[in-house]
């Protein structure tokens, strides 16, 4: 549907008719380092999400720490630290029906060792830090990902 918001632009509202939902998903340093960015972005692009925004980023040390601020305190975050700045990473916004959730099970469990085969992290992961891949966990998560990562998305 579209409506004129008012800067008097025509935009596209959404409505329950139209479920479609935005995630941030960041494509961690192991997938460029392992030269996987094309195998994981096929995933979600043969599920029929859409990529909407997408950019190469050298995450710094205060970038990572407002992305992972719940965990910043956890015995486990250190390590993340170091393995999340020490190289490019790939910063996307990905939308589809129920994206979050779909995107979250495309991903597979957070231990690449327990993560299910099918899964990118089941299928091509063996850490349970580098894991390939990061999904929003929630649509709270998702808009305040997406407004630290694309702020003119938000
Ligand atoms: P998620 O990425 O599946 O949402 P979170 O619990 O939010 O998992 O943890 C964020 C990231 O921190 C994980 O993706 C992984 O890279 C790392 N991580 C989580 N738990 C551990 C751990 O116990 N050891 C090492 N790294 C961990
Ligand atoms: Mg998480």
Redesign the pocket.
């Known amino acids: 549907m579209l409506v004129v918001d008012d800067l008097g632009n025509k935009v596209c509202a959404m409505s329950s008719s139209n479920p479609s939902q935005r995630s941030f998903v960041l494509l ?1 340093p192991d997938v460029v380092r392992r030269g996987l960015i094309g195998t994981v972005l096929s995933r979600y692009e043969a599920k029929g999400l859409s990529i909407v925004a997408m950019e190469m980023r050298q995450v710094d040390g205060e970038l990572a720490d407002q992305h ?1 601020a ?2 910043v305190e ?4 250190p ?2 630290r170091k ?2 700045t020490s190289g490019p990473s790939i910063a996307m916004v990905v939308e589809g029906d129920e994206a979050i959730e779909v995107i ?1 099970t495309i ?1 597979g ?3 690449g060792r327990k993560a299910a085969p099918g899964t990118i992290r089941g299928d091509l992961s063996l850490s ?4 390939l ?3 929003s ?1 929630s649509p709270e998560s998702a808009e305040r990902e997406i407004a630290l990562w694309f702020p003119e998305l938000s």
């Open positions: 961690k992972y719940e965990h956890r015995d486990f975050y390590p993340l393995f999340v979250r991903n469990a957070t231990d349970n830090r580098e894991n891949v990061h999904g966990d």
